[in-house]
């Protein structure tokens, strides 16, 4: 069984985000949706089926989606970290990051 996790956004346009083996993985990344884009609505529903596994756009739109929520947690570390005109900021330390591929600095990670 799957379960499906879906957004509504402001103009009441219904997007797949994704699809995920158990309802818990489905619930915990809603919560993380709805820490960054607190805005927009979501819900879980669960199918047995895996007709729309496969769909390219769906795909396509999920990393979208993932994109946007890293570029938006990243915002939040420099937020956090007092300097909201950088990109990304260590999580553990808040030094810079150039780019939004991780949350933790070079120095953190090791
Ligand atoms: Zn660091």
Request: charged share 30%; glycine share 8%; aromatic share 8%.
């Amino acid at each position: 069984m799957n379960c499906r996790l879906w957004r509504q956004d402001d103009n009441g346009n219904c997007f797949l985000v994704g699809i995920y083996g158990t309802r818990e993985l489905a619930e915990v990344r809603m919560a993380q949706l709805a820490r960054c884009l607190h805005r927009q609505i979501y819900w879980v529903d669960e199918t047995v089926s895996e007709e729309r596994r496969g769909d390219m756009f769906e795909v396509h739109y999920n990393e979208e989606m993932e994109q946007e929520v890293r570029r938006l947690e990243a915002r939040q570390r420099a937020d956090a970290a007092g300097h909201p005109e950088w990109d990304n900021a260590c999580i553990v330390c808040g030094s810079e990051i150039k780019g939004i591929g991780t949350d933790r600095c070079p120095a953190c990670i090791s």
